[in-house]
Nanobody
Framework: VQLQASGGGSVQAGGSLRLSCVAS????????MGWYRQAPGKQRELVAT?????TTNYAYSVKGRFTISRAGNTVYLQMNDLKPEDTAVYYC??????????WGQGTQVTVSS
């Protein structure tokens, strides 16, 4: 299983970015995919998840600003109204089992005030 993420960058507060992640080499395309993030000195936290059927789930801190979507083996994260506290390395993930994930390489998102 390989996950390739792209789309990170640097923006000012209030700006937008769109992250993409493509899964390949996996037989688990029907499984849920999602995004986590890890800020310096903090634990990795869940940002959003999406099932192949379209069910989505968001962390409270990003509700109303971020939108996750799926298209087969690709997951997107549209991030609007970005805030400095959104600065982190964002990781896409594919949920293989209840306690096993495949991870992408991480993409840096930096939001300046």
């Amino acid at each position: 299983v390989q996950l390739q993420a792209s789309g990170g960058g640097s923006v000012q507060a209030g700006g937008s970015l769109r992250l993409s992640c493509v899964a390949s080499g996996s037989l688990f395309y029907g499984n849920a995919m999602g995004w986590y993030r890890q800020a310096p000195g903090k634990q990795r936290e869940l940002v959003a998840t999406a099932t192949i059927g379209g069910t989505t789930n968001y962390a409270y801190s990003v509700k109303g600003r971020f939108t996750i979507s799926r298209a087969g083996n690709t997951v997107y994260l549209q991030m609007n109204d970005l805030k400095p506290e959104d600065t982190a390395v964002y990781y896409c993930t594919l949920f293989l089992t209840s306690n096993t994930n495949a991870w992408g390489q991480g993409t840096q998102v930096t939001v300046s005030s």
